[in-house]
């Protein structure tokens, strides 16, 4: 019969391996076009979830943690912090972008993947973002987005502060004279 596999236990201290920063940053990496794919399915049927912003943090610190392969570093949670932002951002972005793509489409008689390159669909898809009855969605986008990661970043963050030291230790009794007791 087969034996469970054992884990490795995680070092810490000055036996733990150098965290790799470049190469955490690169997996983590990894969640940028997933959630931007993700948000573009649930907004074209009309949702703007939370959930997407949770899985883009949580998959962003994982795959993180996995890839530099140390300890957790404030840097790693800067990284993490940023890559899930600049995926929210870009997936609201994007979500404008699905919904223009069929007017344009049957306006231009261009295919979606011409759309995509064309840099005139790109021009009215931002003039469409600053738009101001689009505020509403704006505001619900960055709520929901907040609501979902925000668990996610402060537990990054929260990884990162070093250890409480433990009880502290009593000074010792002097004697009269100054000195420490005799046992």
């Avoid at 391996?17 to 649930?42: F, K």
């Avoid at 990054?156 to 004697?175: D, E, H, I, V």
């Amino acid at each position: 019969m087969p034996q469970p596999a054992r884990q490795q236990p995680v070092l810490t201290g000055p036996d733990a391996p150098p965290e790799n920063v470049q190469r955490g940053v690169a997996l983590a990496l990894i969640t940028l076009p997933a959630g931007i794919l993700l948000w573009d399915v649930l907004w074209s049927f009309g949702f703007v979830a939370s959930i997407v912003a949770f899985g883009i943090a949580w998959g962003a610190m994982r795959l993180y943690r996995i890839g530099s392969n140390g300890p957790f570093s404030r840097t790693g949670a800067i990284a993490v912090l940023v890559i899930t932002v600049v995926t929210l951002v870009l997936a609201y972005i994007s979500g404008f972008a699905v919904d223009l793509m069929p007017s344009y489409v049957e306006v231009t008689g261009h295919s979606v993947i011409d759309g995509l390159v064309d840099g005139n669909f790109w021009a009215q898809a931002l003039s469409h973002l600053g738009d101001s009855r689009n505020i509403p969605s704006l505001v619900l986008a960055i709520a929901f987005g907040a609501l979902g990661c925000v668990r996610i970043l402060i537990g990054a963050f929260r990884s990162t502060r070093p250890a409480a030291a433990g009880p502290a230790q009593p000074a010792p009794r002097l004697t009269q004279d100054g000195d420490e007791p005799k046992a």
